[in-house]
């Protein structure tokens, strides 16, 4: 399904994307619209699967999540099965879940407090997934850059 997304759609977007508190009256001074038609846009970008979440950001640091990891796993299952995918994205730590191309299967995201409480999430969690073969685990030192917003095309 193609969605189109018009110049107003695109800075609404990026404006609600830099700050997802944005006020309608805010969205609506920026844009010089009215009030009732950037909500109107807005509640069009939700229903059209355009904006997906509301969430802030947290700094890990202070939920003494200090280590973060890149997980290759292998798993046994034909490809695009996706059972494995699905029994890691349900565990709390993992952030995030990719189907990957090449020798393994997937590319997980997690964040622990440290080496040993990652030890223990594969320890209890992963080895309880049956059908993974194989980790290789690269852990994080330093993030240069980390961010989530997408680049949006100017019009």
Not at 7 to 16: A, G, P, S, V
Not at 23 to 36: I, V, Y
Not at 91 to 101: G, K, L, S
Not at 138 to 154: A, G, N, S
């Amino acid at each position: 399904m193609d969605i189109v997304l018009d110049n107003t759609d695109l800075q609404i977007l990026e404006l609600m994307q830099a700050n997802a508190r944005i006020s309608n009256a805010d969205l609506a001074r920026e844009l010089n619209m009215a009030p009732s038609a950037v909500l109107e846009r807005v509640k069009k970008l939700e229903q059209k699967k355009v904006i997906t979440q509301y969430t802030a950001r947290i700094n890990p640091s202070v939920l003494q999540q200090k280590l973060l990891a890149f997980i290759f796993i292998k798993a046994s299952e034909g490809f695009g099965s996706g059972v494995s995918g699905k029994a890691l994205a349900k565990i709390p730590e993992v952030q995030e879940v990719h189907n990957i191309a090449g020798e393994d299967c997937y590319l997980v995201k997690v964040r622990t407090t440290d080496s040993a409480a990652l030890m223990d999430l594969m320890r209890n969690s992963f080895s309880k997934i049956p059908n993974i073969v194989s980790t290789k685990t690269t852990i994080v030192l330093e993030t240069v850059k980390e961010q989530q917003q997408l680049v949006i095309p100017k019009n």
